[in-house]
Every structure is written in C-alpha cells, then in structure tokens.
C-alpha cells in the first residue's frame, strides 16, 4: 500500500507482546497464539473525517487492486 502512497500503520499490539507488560510480568512471545497471529494479519487503514471523497476512493481502488492481484 506505501508503494502506492496508501499509508498503514499497526495500532493493536497484543498486550502479552507490549514491552511494559513482557518484562513486567516475563510474559512469553508464545503465550497467546491467537493474538499474536491476528496481530500479524491486521493493519490500519487511513480512516478519518477529514479524507476527502478523492481519498476514500484512492484507498478502496488501492485495497480492491491489491486483492485482486493476491487472487490471481
């Protein structure tokens, strides 16, 4: 997506993978399985009021491509 100027970020970090609570608590990478695995498959897409109707349309066409070319 950044190649195609779509910026994303990661905004969830499972808390057994946060660093307050690993070294807090010595909480292992392995822990949570699950959290960890969605962790590794979500990321934020620009989503805000002040994206304008070009915008909104620059990230639809920009996802749709994106998995139209992870199909074929």
């Known amino acids: 997506m ?3 100027n779509i910026g994303t ?3 969830y970090l499972p808390v ?3 660093p307050f609570y690993k070294e807090k608590y010595s909480i292992p990478t392995d822990a949570c399985p699950v959290a ?4 590794e498959q979500i990321v934020s897409i620009p ?4 994206l304008s109707d070009s ?18």
């Open 9 to 11: 970020s990661v905004h």
């Open 16 to 18: 057994h993978m946060h």
């Open 55 to 72: 915008e909104v349309d620059d990230v639809v066409d920009t996802i749709r491509a994106i998995c139209t070319e992870s199909v074929n």
């Open 2 to 4: 950044r190649s195609r």
């Open 36 to 39: 960890a695995s969605v962790y």
């Open 47 to 50: 989503l805000h009021p002040g």
